[in-house]
């Protein structure tokens, strides 16, 4: 993939991301520290989407209840697996059941959940592969990988007040210069534990990337169909 095709996903995923504002000053101790961010998207982005939790047990954390020393550093291998997109679902109108669904209870009517889900998971990156610390991107038809390491997580206060919490990875060695030098996973878990979907935010100022909360692209298993994804969105 060039360098300016992929410059393009990193713009269109993460509209801070700039090589030259890069700072590599920060602890690599592991550490979280807290931002107190008053993020436009609240419990409509972190607790608004649908999904069918492996845990019922977990939904107080889900929904963002937690003290921070409950949250644990995890391993890349927690998203390890095949991912698709959801967007395309978006785009050819699968998902707009989930939409209608959530209109029936929202203050949003389905047309305007589209909307504000159409900003969310826009991306060009349609699938990711990730094995050990390999994370591949795959987009219009081209792949670029990289190998990448764990940088600890943050923790930060929507503005309901509920925490929220991102594990990072940054790129190892010298790499392509068209990789994210940061990728930063979301998945309402704050400790070790397989991912059944995610959203990924990917760019090269890490602090700065913790401040996109418009475009969050969000990733299930690739051996699900779309219906699947639906099902699983409403279940919850």
């Not at 050819?92 to 939409?99: A, C, I």
């Not at 959940?113 to 050990?132: C, L, P, Q, S």
């Amino acid at each position: 993939m060039s360098v300016l095709a992929f410059s393009t996903l990193l713009l269109a995923s993460a509209h801070y991301a700039s090589a030259d504002d890069h700072d590599h000053s920060h602890d690599h101790d592991h550490a979280h520290h807290d931002h107190d961010y008053d993020h436009d998207h609240d419990h409509d982005h972190d607790h608004d989407h649908d999904h069918d939790h492996k845990h019922n047990h977990d939904s107080d954390i889900y929904s963002g209840y937690f003290e921070d020393e409950q949250v644990k550093d995890r391993s890349l291998s927690d998203w390890e697996g095949d991912w698709q997109s959801v967007y395309p679902y978006l785009q050819d109108g699968t998902l707009d059941e989930v939409f209608t669904n959530k209109a029936d209870s929202g203050d949003k009517t389905a047309e305007e959940y589209k909307a504000y889900y159409e900003i969310g998971y826009e991306t060009e990156v349609d699938r990711i592969v990730i094995e050990g610390s390999n994370v591949s991107f795959f987009a219009n038809g081209e792949e670029m990988s990289g190998d990448y390491q764990y940088d600890g997580y943050e923790i930060f206060k929507l503005r309901g007040g509920q925490p929220g919490v991102r594990f990072i990875f940054e790129l190892e060695g010298e790499g392509a210069e068209e990789l994210p030098q940061y990728i930063q996973f979301s998945d309402h878990s704050i400790y070790p534990t397989d991912a059944d979907h995610y959203h990924l935010y990917w760019g090269d100022d890490r602090e700065a990337l913790l401040e996109e909360v418009t475009n969050w692209p969000t990733y299930y298993a690739s051996e699900l169909s779309g219906e699947e994804i639906v099902e699983e969105m409403l279940a919850h």
